[in-house]
């Protein structure tokens, strides 16, 4: 069983930045993916970027250019810095990690981009 406490969500204006931060209760050095999801208001959640064991990198065409995923297999975090944000941007992000047969999930951090 792994924990998942994502942090760093709030309020920002077009343009701005974020990072967002998400700690494991246990080693994610076993996971081989962990990765970044988001859920906006009347919508499925999607996924937003990812990265595998070997340091393979997946983001979402929405965001490609913008966002850069991290994982501290040391500190047992994974980041997701958000650059120029926009306000589509605007949801409720959540940090997952997985293996082909288990996968935990954080309660959620709300980002909302407005001015």
């Known amino acids: 069983q792994v924990q998942l406490v994502e942090s760093g969500g709030g309020l920002v204006q077009p343009g701005g930045s974020l990072r967002l931060s998400c700690a494991a209760s246990g080693s994610i050095f076993r996971f081989h993916r962990v990765g970044w999801y988001r859920q906006a208001p009347g919508q499925q959640r999607e996924v937003v970027a990812h990265i595998t064991s070997d340091i393979i990198t997946f983001y979402a065409d929405s965001v490609k250019g913008r966002f850069i995923i991290s994982r501290d297999t040391a500190k047992n975090t994974v980041n997701l810095r958000m650059n120029n944000l926009k306000p589509e941007d605007t949801a409720v992000y959540y940090c997952?990690?997985?293996?082909?047969?288990?996968?935990?999930w954080g309660q959620g951090t709300q980002v909302t981009v407005s001015s």
């Open positions: 997952s990690v997985a293996n082909p047969s288990e996968s935990y």
